[in-house]
Every structure is written in C-alpha cells, then in structure tokens.
T-cell receptor
Framework: AQSVTQPDIHITVSEGASLELRCNYSYGATPYLFWYVQSPGQGLQLLLKYFSGDTLVQGIKGFEAEFKRSQSSFNLRKPSVHWSDAAEYFCAVGSSGGGADGLTFGKGTHLIIQP | SAVISQKPSRDICQRGTSLTIQCQVDSQVTMMFWYRQQPGQSLTLIATANQGSEATYESGFVIDKFPISRPNLTFSTLTVSNMSPEDSSIYLC???????????FGPGTRLTVT
C-alpha cells in the first residue's frame, strides 16, 4: 500500500528566509506526486506535481520540488517565504497505473511565518 | 482545471440525523472522489464515484453510513447517515481531470455534529 510521511508537523520560518518541507513516500512503482496548500478556511490548492521527466519541478507561488527516487523523497522548497505562505502543506501520492485513483495524503506540515 | 462547488459550506446537525452534501463541477468528469478531513488531521479518501456505477469505498467506510450518488458527469452527493459527534469533519469533493491527471478540490463542507 502506498503511504506518505511528512516528518515535520510544524515549521517556523522568518519572512524572507528559505523553506524546505520534507516528504517521503512509499510506492511500488514510479508514483505521481503532488504538493497541495490549504490556507485557513480554504480548500486545497495544487502547488505542483511530478509524473515523470525532469526531477526538479516548478510550481505556482515560487515553489519548487525535487523528486529523488533513491531517497523516496519529494521535498518542497521556496527560496524566500512571504507572510502569505503561512498555511498547511500536504504532500500526496497517486497511482501511476491506469485509471483514476484517489490520493494518499501525508499528515501535513503547518508553516508559521515569523515577521 | 476544474471549478468545484459544494453545498452546504457548513452545517451543525443533531446526532442521529443525516446530511446530504452536494458537489457540482463545471465540466464533465469521469471520476469524482469524496474525502474526509477530521479536525487537525489530513485527508482520508472515503470513496470513488464513477458515473453509472456503484461507488467504491475505502477500508473503514461503508455504503450504509456514507451513501453516494453520481447521477451524471457533473454532480455527486455524499450522505452522512445516522451522525455521531465523531462524524464532525470537513468533507471534500474532488475530481480528476483526465488530461492532466490532477485532482482538483472543492471548498469543503464543515460538519459539526452535536
């Protein structure tokens, strides 16, 4: 069965500092990987996805993530965070097989931005 | 992408009653999904709803408790039956856009059971 681990429940970063959120996955084949962001009272917004090809993927809002097969990781990064980045971040894995499947989510990382 | 709306956005219900949540998408989609997000928790898949067939439920979720309808390619409902306080959660609908294999989520329905 597939699974996702986000080891950091909370992360506090100063505004303007760099950010890295960790995500490790377990999946038998090459997974489809996603990062979503959930702001207070909001639904989930897709930040970026990885299916195949270039292992460094660019997303919206200045975020990027790198797929490392050897480490089963898909960490999210941003070079300089803004106060508006404060939110809950979820890493998710989906099946790369045929047919649509639901996603398996990590427990999320709560990002706090210090002024 | 896909634009998804859900009704109601929130509700407070008495234990033992049922609530039906509606999910409407702005384009035709094959697969729709229902997730539950318990307070302070991550999202858990409840079921997958394919138009014209019975929904497929994940382990721990049963049709009698969470009946789902999928009458056409743009609409689905999830009913939370015989509610208890443990059912207090946010329920989210999502759809997969086949071309991109990306799931888009609705704004969620925040349910409180008293």
């Amino acid at each position: 069965a597939q699974s996702v681990t986000q080891p950091d429940i909370h992360i506090t970063v100063s505004e303007g500092a760099s950010l890295e959120l960790r995500c490790n996955y377990s999946y038998g084949a090459t997974p489809y990987l996603f990062w979503y962001v959930q702001s207070p009272g909001q639904g989930l917004q897709l930040l970026l996805k990885y299916f195949s090809g270039d292992t460094l993927v660019q997303g919206i809002k200045g975020f990027e993530a790198e797929f490392k097969r050897s480490q089963s990781s898909f960490n999210l990064r941003k070079p300089s965070v803004h106060w508006s980045d404060a939110a809950e971040y979820f890493c998710a894995v989906g099946s790369s097989g045929g047919g649509a499947d639901g996603l398996t989510f990590g427990k999320g990382t709560h990002l706090i931005i210090q002024p | 992408s896909a634009v998804i709306s859900q009704k109601p956005s929130r509700d407070i219900c008495q234990r033992g009653t049922s609530l039906t949540i509606q999910c409407q998408v702005d384009s035709q989609v094959t697969m729709m999904f229902w997730y539950r997000q318990q307070p302070g928790q991550s999202l858990t898949l409840i079921a997958t709803a394919n138009q014209g067939s019975e929904a497929t439920y994940e382990s721990g979720f049963v049709i009698d408790k969470f009946p789902i309808s999928r009458p056409n390619l743009t609409f689905s409902t999830l009913t939370v039956s015989n509610m208890s306080p443990e059912d207090s959660s946010i329920y989210l609908c999502s759809v997969e856009v086949v071309e991109s294999r990306v799931q888009y989520f609705g704004p969620g329905t925040r349910l409180t059971v008293t």
